[in-house]
């Protein structure tokens, strides 16, 4: 078993908010999170799988940018998390859930198309946080 890992960039705006709180009580729990803000994400991706002996890959790193854009960072790029993202919709945007909602987009799509397990979705909201998702 090898792992491979490819990353894409993209930059979204969300806001931590509890619609069944107070404005005061928010402001003490998300802090400045409560306003909308923006971040420059990372998504890093890891796949694993047996080397295939025709091509020496795992996976195509071409095709799995493709999948890793297609699937996610071409629908949430430059958009507001809590309104505009179709998979997002009704859910808090924290890097958690952000995190399992993309694994629950790219692991059947890798498995069924590229035969390949998805093993990591690594989401960086900030150079000094990130979630890491291994699955349930």
Do not use: Q
Request: aromatic share 12%.
């Amino acid at each position: 078993m090898i792992y491979i890992t490819r990353r894409e960039r993209f930059n979204a705006a969300h806001r931590l908010w509890n619609a069944e709180w107070s404005d005061e009580k928010n402001r003490e729990v998300f802090g400045l999170c409560s306003n909308i803000h923006g971040h420059n994400w990372e998504l890093v991706v890891t796949v694993k799988g047996e080397i295939n002996p025709n091509t020496g890959f795992v996976m195509d790193l071409k095709d799995l940018s493709k999948v890793m854009k297609s699937e996610v960072t071409d629908k949430v790029d430059h958009t507001f998390l809590n309104e505009d993202v179709p998979f997002l919709k009704g859910k808090y945007p924290t890097t958690e859930i952000f995190a399992v909602e993309i694994w629950k987009i790219l692991a059947p799509v890798l498995k069924e198309k590229y035969n390949t397990t998805l093993h990591c979705v690594k989401l960086i909201e900030t150079p000094n946080h990130y979630v890491e998702y291994f699955g349930d």
